[in-house]
């Protein structure tokens, strides 16, 4: 590769997103939203208040809702491309939880790997061996053989996580993947995910609500607030009293913890 095709390369590497809108029948929700790229390697955590538009935003960039502006992956445009094109770059992890299936956890991972446009002809014992280390990875190989209607939330969490992970793509979208986890657990997906994203060149945009844990395994922070972007950069930059005051309507501290993490301390809430 030439020296210009490489730095043009680079230059369109990641994923960006450009004047980008979304709503639900004549509800505008997502209007004209840019971001700086998103790149290879990266985790960004998306955040703001209740009906900020959070999810509404992930489905647009999973292609599961229609939508205008640029969304660029690699220099690839995929707004207007079907959704299979979507689907072989960018896997979605919604909110809700599977449940009511009469799969086991292992045949559930299984399952989404055959259902992935990247599984390739692999044979079923490679397919199986796959998936059992990745619910080695996710710490949950004991629940292998247990059906998903009988997990707890925060097991069937683990397992939605598992069974994107599985398909390895190269943007990860997660909803509030630590939601129904405990405090051990949010750590370890956290840390998973944040290992995951370097060693696959993956760019994962995730959903959260808890701050602390955002600023603690970003790279990049967005806020939303009623569908367009209030703050966007390092979590030093987008997380401040001031941002909270205006977006949350909360007065909050922004300090360090002993081991140099951002600590971000609620002490009321702005009335009027
Ligand atoms: N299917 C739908 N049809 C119509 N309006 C919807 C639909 N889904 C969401 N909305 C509306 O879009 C707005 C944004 O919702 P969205 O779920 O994207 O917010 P969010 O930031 O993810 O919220 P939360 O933090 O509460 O999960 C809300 O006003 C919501 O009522």
Known sequence: MSKIEQTASEQSAGL??????????????????????LAAGGVYSLIGPNAAGKSTLMRALAGLQAARGSVRLDGYELIGRPLADWARRVTYMPQTLPQGVSLNVLESVISALRASPMEGASSSQEVKQYAVEVLERVGIVDLALRNLGHLSGGQRQLVSLAQVLARNPRVLLLDEPISALDLKHQFRVMRLVHELARERNMIVVAVLHDLNVAARWSDGIVMLAQGQVV??????????????????????????????????????????
């Open 16 to 37: 960006q997103i450009s004047g980008l809108s979304t709503g639900y029948r004549k509800r505008h929700i997502i209007q004209q939203i840019s971001l700086p790229t």
């Open 231 to 272: 703050a966007s950069g390092t979590p030093g930059e987008a997380i401040t009293p001031d941002t909270l005051a205006r977006v949350y309507g909360v007065q909050a501290r922004v300090g360090q913890c002993s081991q140099g993490n951002m600590q971000v301390m609620i002490d009321d809430v702005i009335y009027g």
